[in-house]
Nanobody
Framework: QVQLAESGGGSVQTGGSLSLSCTAS????????MAWFRQPPGKEREAVAT???????????FYDDSVRGRFTISHDGAKNTLYLQMNSLKSQDTAIYYC???????????????????WGQGTQVTVSS
């Protein structure tokens, strides 16, 4: 079983920055993809960014169009921690952010929630003007 714990959410003004962290523990061997999802109020959970973590020398990333150029996903294997650096935040970035881990092996990590059996508890990000 993989346990994921997010931290770093909070409130920020439009144009500000936040950094999220997600530390994995437990039986994380075999995890191939990790991802950040978010769920805005009243909306479905959606993939924000994904990252291949299970291939040495490869870190293929995907970003949703809504965050490309503003958000950066990264992973520190030594710390078993996934990061999401969020810059130039907008009000529409307000959501609960979740990290997820999965075992699906592909060139690009999938964006569907069904591909990720392990989830963190979520952390709230609120962007206000």
């Amino acid at each position: 079983q993989v346990q994921l714990a997010e931290s770093g959410g909070g409130s920020v003004q439009t144009g500000g920055s936040l950094s999220l962290s997600c530390t994995a523990s437990g039986s994380s061997a075999g995890v191939y993809c990790m991802a950040w999802f978010r769920q805005p109020p009243g909306k479905e959970r959606e993939a924000v960014a994904t990252l291949v973590v299970g291939e040495i020398g490869t870190s293929i990333k995907f970003y949703d169009d809504s965050v490309r150029g503003r958000f950066t996903i990264s992973h520190d294997g030594a710390k078993n921690t996934l990061y999401l650096q969020m810059n130039s935040l907008k009000s529409q970035d307000t959501a609960i952010y979740y990290c997820a881990a999965g075992f699906h092996r592909a060139l690009f990590c999938p964006r569907g929630i069904d591909n990720y059996p392990h989830w963190g508890q979520g952390t709230q990000v609120t962007v206000s003007s």
